[in-house]
């Protein structure tokens, strides 16, 4: 309750930059939801949001632009689809669990 309570009043004067550490992190799947759907329209208003977070699965739905950070030297930036593209490799493995054989596909998009 307490960090629901800290995100409404960070967000409530809807400021043009807001700074999140892990905003997910302790909600529920309804309340992560109802904050994913605050920072998309609060996005849509102009604001700019940073945020860290370790899961990319909030990465890959909420940004645009991206920085990885380790041991505070900054590896990699910029717009996130530059990124999956600098970084994928086309590569997928497929294996058939009844045989137990291992099949490599290279992948088109």
């Not at 940073?50 to 739905?61: D, K, Q, Y």
Request: neutral net charge.
């Amino acid at each position: 309750m307490a960090q629901k309570v800290q995100f409404i009043s960070t967000v409530l004067h809807q400021p043009k930059l807001i700074i999140l550490d892990e905003p997910f992190s302790g909600f529920d799947p309804v309340n992560a939801q109802l904050i994913t759907e605050k920072i998309l329209e609060l996005k849509e208003m102009g604001s700019t949001i940073i945020f860290s977070t370790h899961r990319m699965e909030t990465v890959e739905s909420l940004c645009d632009h991206i920085a990885q950070i380790d041991k505070s030297k900054k590896i990699l930036e910029g717009p996130k689809k530059q990124v999956k593209d600098q970084y994928k490799s086309n590569t997928f493995i497929v294996e058939h669990r009844a045989t137990n054989l291992l099949f490599r596909l290279i992948g088109m998009n």
